[in-house]
């Protein structure tokens, strides 16, 4: 039985010739624009538990997912770092660099959606930027309030072929690719007579989901994943931050957040069981949680995992297809079908709809915390097995540790 329409989104396309995409929303599954949130409850997450930035917080698991890989995907991730780490360098100074040119001192928002367009980005949005969200590491080096948020496809084929060394080569030539184009498109904003920053993808001041849905791009899915009304969750985002006049988007509803639960096939399909079914109230905002250490040891065995990526119908068939397939017949367009669902886990083999893999205990015991909080963790469980550590062993600590403190914490990386 057809559902009755509570409102139809109206989108720009993915350039600037594209025609406008319209989405209809049911009204079982109309909501608030964005997310849920209790306003004062992220200003007081924010303020009394800032947020830290992976790369800094999990430092331990980050270099540890290096021992998991298999040899293809370590020797792509080198050479993916080696090609990426200039531009990730590049931005993390652009906040320094002045304008080339004196203001234009008018509204600035059309020519930098034109110009983001013709440097190949999918979508862009602007909006204030949240210091709420930003890294504790961060909070000196973000310099300016508005926030230009943009979104880079990564190719369809290849992500479909997701868990895959082909798949990860979309995830992080993607990244590449995005990179030059932000540090082009700040390029642009100084020639305009402003100051911007890039905020790499790969170097985050702050999770960016946040405010790509303030700019009204798209909403958080079950999966931890923005969900663009162009690509689903396709896509890797950055941050542009400048002192430029632009004026901001606004939050929209897609209904995403209602259709979640009636979908929840990335729930059903995450081979770790690491995504929560109900929604759960977390710093302020309503959304269903990602069990980080369920996750991390399965995505970095099995080639970025990211099957909640690939099973997600709004990513497979699009939002438009699928929001429309859900007011004529009320069903999730795909569930429980080998075309959506499916998916291969290497030397585990094809899991169908109802079918996941199970894997040893001793996956998920892997380093956690920060580099220096893991070795220490490990030298105290020694100490206490009642034997107490050799004298060997005590040295070998204090060289690991002399060398962490030394090199100081990895600020950089990617997943
Ligand atoms: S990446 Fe894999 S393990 Fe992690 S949440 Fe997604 S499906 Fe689950
Ligand atoms: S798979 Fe379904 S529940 Fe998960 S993010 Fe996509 S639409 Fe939402």
Same mark, same amino acid.
């Given at each position: 039985m057809p559902k009755k329409v509570h409102h139809v989104v109206r989108r720009t396309g993915t350039t600037l010739e594209s025609p406008v995409v319209e989405i209809p929303v049911a009204e079982d599954i109309a909501g608030v624009p964005g997310i849920p949130q209790i306003e004062k409850d992220v200003a007081f997450y924010s303020r009394e538990y800032p947020l830290e930035s992976q790369n800094v917080e999990k430092a331990a698991d980050r270099e540890w997912s290096w021992s998991v890989y298999t040899p293809e995907v370590y020797e792509y991730r080198e050479l993916h770092e080696k090609a990426n780490a200039p531009f990730v360098a590049a931005a993390a100074t652009t906040g320094e660099i002045e304008p080339?040119?004196?203001?234009? =001192? @008018?509204?600035i928002t059309e020519d930098i959606r034109r110009k983001a367009y013709e440097l190949g980005f999918g979508d862009v949005g602007f909006t204030r930027? =949240? @210091?709420?969200?930003?890294?504790q590491s961060k909070k000196r080096w973000v310099k300016f309030p508005g926030a230009i948020c943009v979104a880079l496809e990564q190719d369809y084929a290849q992500t479909q072929s997701l868990p895959s060394l082909e798949a990860e080569f979309a995830h992080f030539g993607t990244y590449e690719t995005e990179n030059e184009q932000c540090l082009a498109l700040a390029d642009f904003i100084r020639s305009l007579g402003y100051h911007a920053q890039v905020h790499s993808p790969n170097d985050n001041?702050?999770?960016f989901l946040p405010m790509f849905v303030a700019a009204g791009m798209g909403q958080l899915g079950a999966n931890g994943q923005l969900l663009s009304p162009h690509f689903g969750s396709r896509a890797r985002l950055a941050i542009i931050t400048t002192d430029g006049p632009m004026t901001y988007d606004e939050p929209v509803d897609y209904g995403v957040h209602k259709f979640c639960q009636e979908c929840l096939v990335c729930a059903d399909r995450c081979p770790a069981r690491a995504i929560t079914r109900d929604k759960v109230w977390y710093r302020g905002v309503e959304k269903n949680k990602l069990i980080y250490d369920r996750c991390r040891p399965v995505m970095s065995t099995y080639e970025g995992c990211a099957v909640c990526m690939k099973a997600c119908p709004i990513q497979r068939y699009g939002m438009k297809p699928v929001m429309e397939h859900y007011v004529e017949t009320g069903e999730v367009l795909g569930k429980r079908t080998h075309n959506l669902e499916g998916f291969e886990l290497r030397e585990k083999g094809y899991f169908g709809p109802g079918e996941l893999p199970s894997f040893d205990r001793?996956?998920?015991d892997f380093p956690k915390g920060t580099k220096d909080e893991w070795l220490f963790a490990e030298f105290k469980d020694k100490v206490e097995?009642?034997?107490?550590?050799?004298p060997e062993e005590t040295a070998a600590f204090v060289k690991e540790l002399r060398a962490i403190l030394d090199k100081g914490i990895s600020t950089i990386g990617d997943e």
């Open positions: 080339t040119a004196e203001p234009v =001192d @008018r509204d930027y =949240d @210091r709420r969200y930003t890294f001041s702050s999770p001793s996956l998920f097995d009642g034997n107490g550590a050799t």
